[in-house]
């Protein structure tokens, strides 16, 4: 019984990755976005991605402190276009240029030990 006491607790504290900051009468295209356990490097490549979005006023992070594991992520939209849409279209395209990085590294990869191979015989 007191392990699942304790897995219950665990589960408890974990906090949540993601959460939204919305001042008082602002539109959904306006929003700071809190994510935990983040740096620079998710920042600054997921504000690139953002950014190359016409429909971005404004797009720019923050790290609050540097030992926090934190950064707010704000994003303004034109047009009316929630901020949310824009923020998961930005998180897409930067998956889809990491994995097409990805596979262009491990088949140069694959490429270059072929040759290492065929230089040893």
Not at 6 to 11: C, I, K, S
Not at 39 to 54: A, E
């Amino acid at each position: 019984m007191a392990g699942a006491g304790a897995a219950a607790g665990a589960g408890a504290e974990r906090k949540a990755q993601l959460e939204t900051v919305q001042a008082d009468g602002a539109d959904e295209g306006c929003v700071t976005f809190v994510l935990h356990g983040e740096d620079h490097t998710l920042g600054n490549s997921l504000r690139y991605m953002v950014m190359k979005n016409p429909d971005v006023e404004f797009c720019g992070y923050s790290i609050t402190h540097p030992s926090e594991s934190k950064i707010n992520f704000r994003i303004q939209t034109r047009g009316g276009i929630p901020a949310t849409e824009i923020l998961c279209k930005g998180l897409n395209d930067l998956s889809n240029a990491s994995k097409h990085v990805l596979q262009t590294f491990e088949a140069q990869v694959k490429e270059f030990r072929l040759k290492q191979g065929e230089a040893m015989e």
